[in-house]
């Protein structure tokens, strides 16, 4: 493994203390932190969608069913996170999905 002849030292904040450093190639290509958009409900678990209740333009309340979602032979019922409109549902019955897959977004 060849080392580099001029590193480039960068400067990290932690906890309001200036660091000098060299950063790996994978820190400095990670992706960036974007915060949860609360109008996108995403799968916390990947699995498959056994019975949707709601469809577009449906008005849901809090605590309202929106869907079932099966992972690991268990059943979890997936629940309105506070009254809205349904925008759009991106899932069917019978439909496999991944971790973080988009399934309903909200107005």
């Not at 580099?4 to 000098?20: A, F, M």
């Amino acid at each position: 493994m060849e080392k580099e002849t001029n590193p480039k030292y960068r400067t990290l904040i932690l906890d309001y203390v200036k660091y000098r450093t060299l950063l790996t190639k994978k820190f400095e290509k990670r992706k960036p932190y974007v915060p949860d958009d609360p109008s996108k409900l995403k799968a916390f678990i990947s699995g498959t969608i056994r019975k949707v209740f709601v469809k577009k333009g449906t008005k849901v309340e809090r605590n309202d069913k929106l869907l079932i979602l099966e992972a690991m032979k268990m059943k979890n019922i997936i629940y309105a996170p506070f009254d809205a409109k349904i925008k759009k549902v991106y899932v069917k019955e019978g439909e496999m999905v991944p971790k973080s897959a988009l399934l309903i977004e909200f107005e």
